[in-house]
């Protein structure tokens, strides 16, 4: 496939894959908390960057630092807590969606929530297999980190969705096929080449959750789609990249 990473544009790519680069247990916006919380470093990547002050993340910062829960079980407390600030964030955003949905969008828009939760309960098992085949901290931390950067994300898309709505203006264009999208073309390739990496790693006996877990999140982005532009529809396929990647180089390291 000629199809090479600079369509993606820099920003746009960093964006969906900083948590690559910085590390391979730790999300961009978690590690950014941590460098900013204890040695006073601004997080590099731009989407860290675009929520920093939110008072969810400040918290998280803040919590991090702490001397008292400088321990693995204590740095898993605290993005424990900040996932479950970032879970009402999104049920606030989601109500205050719903209010300004028109009544044409409004079943659309509740297939695409109730998909999204759908893809993250069939997650759940598929991390448990995965980091279950790992030893030590860092996966406990990784663990944490990966269930709450998809209800950050969508606690933040959400919002987004109810502030342009808020502002008025033309709905979002609907994206072209993926296969006529050079951008989304290669995310998806990218996407079935760690698929397959990580189904070939898993043990026989837990490849069925991974099957289920991404079926469910094909199902959120079929459902989403159609509520979204281009840019928005490569934040979803990226940051599931990043996610399948990241259980790819995880799974097996005792």
Known sequence: MRIVKSLLGVDRWRRAFGALALTSAMSAAVLGAVLAATLGVTPS????????ADPIDASMRTCL???????????????????????????????????????????????????????????????????????????????????????????????????????????PRRPRACTEDAQCEHAMFDLNRYYRRLQAK?????????????KAWS?????????????GRIDIIGARVATIKRLSETVGND
């Not at 898993?202 to 959750?209: D, Q």
């Not at 789609?225 to 281009?230: F, G, N, R, S």
Request: net charge positive; glycine share 4%; charged share 20%.
């Open 219 to 231: 199902a959120y982005l079929i459902a989403t789609t159609p509520l979204i532009d281009e840019r």
């Open 45 to 52: 990547a731009a989407h860290a960057e675009a929520a920093a």
């Open 65 to 171: 630092a702490r001397s008292d829960m400088s321990s693995t079980a204590g740095q898993v407390q605290c993005m424990d807590n900040a996932r479950i600030g970032w879970k009402a964030a999104l049920d606030g955003a989601w109500q205050q969606l719903q209010t300004k949905l028109p009544p044409a969008q409004r079943k659309q828009w509740d297939k695409s929530q109730t998909s999204w939760q759908a893809s993250r309960d069939a997650e759940k098992p598929l991390l448990s297999a995965v980091f279950a085949t790992t030893h030590g901290s860092m996966y406990e931390l990784a663990e944490a980190d990966i269930q709450l950067q998809p209800v950050r994300d969508r606690a933040l898309a959400l919002r987004s969705a109810a502030a342009k709505l808020s502002a008025g203006g033309d709905p």
């Open 202 to 214: 898993m043990p026989v006996r837990s490849r069925a959750t991974l099957t289920r877990a991404q």
